[in-house]
């Protein structure tokens, strides 16, 4: 889970951070009055989950309370196009107003796991700021932490003095990393980055941007961070999603996939492209899905207008076959009663049932009889991705 970067500060200044004073513009009068209090010089900051705002024109010095609450007009609404973003963009929904201080030095720091070594990395670059993605590999200097130790004394020392900090800024620094290594372990972040991380004129170490993403199968643990998800932000159909205890991310293509286990999913999505086949979304039932989840599954998939052919390829174990059946029979029959009713849409099942009660699920499917979804079956997953990728070719010639 994603979080905009007033709610990462507000998180950071918890565990004892020092930020920049900020605060978030409910409207343009709002921002003028913040800009005032904050003695008239302010950063004022499009909230979206991407990074190189900056760049993309998001992030905007005013000098004066007019300026502010002219870029807060400007602003909300706005579409911005990053790097991250995609040539799509993302709508401003949130304006965050900051005060402007004088910077001296920028640096990079992040935190984010490393599967490989078993540890939190840190990176650090005194490259820090909008151009650190142009950065090349040398100038950043990584630190495998010790989940034993945590950020140690003379590592920490050794990275400040790579970054060329004085020896005045490396208790401060070494200070920050501690609090910020709390902030990811007690979080269960999956990644932490301050870009760019300041020395002041005045000598201060501060954040000026910070971006953190949370582990989602950790946040059971963490029901006061699930206040911070902006559902406005990213895919809908991902949040909506989650609540049944689905994995389900919106891809580009055309063929809607409904797979159980991560590792079967990718292997579908790779099969339909080898195929020529190109898939709508990655949609993993899990190990124990129920029939309610399944049909709240397959109807995310029919909501998206794109889709032309389901993909099911399910292999039965905990997850039994004749279960997934019955719960896409059951969103089958809502969608031919539903409101929405899917006017003139005519979409093909590709189901290859394996495993646990796999001849009871693909009987259940053959039993039902509707003119929109009309069922194929295939032996084994290739089989399954070449019909679909074929029927898609059909439905695109309809």
């Keep these: 889970m994603n979080i905009h970067e007033y709610q990462a500060k ?33 950063v004022v900051k499009a ?3 991407a990074g190189g705002r900056g760049k993309a024109g998001g992030v905007r010095f005013a000098a004066t309370r007019d300026e502010a609450a002219s870029l807060y007009e400007e602003f909300l609404g706005m579409r911005l196009i990053t790097r991250q973003t995609g040539p ?44 650190v993605e142009e950065a090349s590999q040398g100038a950043f200097a990584r630190v495998l932490i010790d989940p034993c130790l945590g950020p140690t004394a003379h590592s920490m020392r050794a990275l400040a003095v790579s970054l060329g900090l004085e020896s005045a800024c490396r208790r401060m620094f070494f200070g920050m990393v501690q609090k910020l290594y709390e902030v990811f372990t007690s979080c269960d972040c999956s990644l932490l980055e301050i870009n760019p991380l300041a020395r002041l004129s005045d000598g201060r170490l501060l954040p000026l941007d910070c971006k953190i993403s949370f582990d989602d199968n950790a946040l059971f643990r963490h029901s006061e961070l699930l206040a911070y998800r902006d559902i406005e932000e990213g895919a809908p159909e991902e949040f909506e999603a989650s ?16 797979v159980n286990g991560a590792g079967l999913a990718m292997a579908t999505l790779d099969a339909l492209l080898l195929r020529g086949g190109t898939s709508a979304n990655f949609l993993d039932l899990g190990g124990g899905a129920s029939k309610e989840a399944v049909r709240k599954a397959f109807s995310l998939i029919i909501e998206d207008r794109r889709v032309k052919v389901i993909l099911i390829n399910v292999l039965g174990g905990i997850v039994r076959c004749d279960v997934v059946a019955a719960g896409v029979a059951e969103a089958i029959a809502e969608a031919s009663t539903a409101s929405y009713a899917l006017p003139k849409r005519h979409i093909p099942i590709v189901a290859r049932f394996a495993g646990n009660r796999a001849g009871e699920g693909r009987s259940l499917l053959e039993a ?31």
């Design 10 to 42: 507000e998180i950071l200044g918890r565990y004892g951070i020092a930020v920049p004073r900020g605060r978030l513009a409910v409207s343009a009068r709002d921002a003028a009055i913040t800009a005032d209090e904050f003695g008239g010089h302010v």
């Design 47 to 49: 909230q979206i989950h």
């Design 88 to 131: 799509e963009g993302a709508r401003v929904r949130r304006v965050y107003i900051e005060e402007a201080l004088s910077i001296a030095k920028e640096y990079y720091l992040s935190l984010s796991i490393d599967r490989k070594h078993a540890r939190i990395a840190l990176l650090a670059s005194a490259a820090g700021g909008g151009d």
């Design 243 to 258: 609540k049944y205890g689905l994995t389900y991310v919106k891809l580009d293509g055309d063929i809607g996939c409904m």
């Design 368 to 398: 039902i009889k509707d003119d929109v979804f009309p069922s194929r079956f295939a032996e084994t997953m290739d089989a399954a991705a070449t019909l679909a990728a074929e029927a898609a070719v059909a439905e695109g010639r309809r």
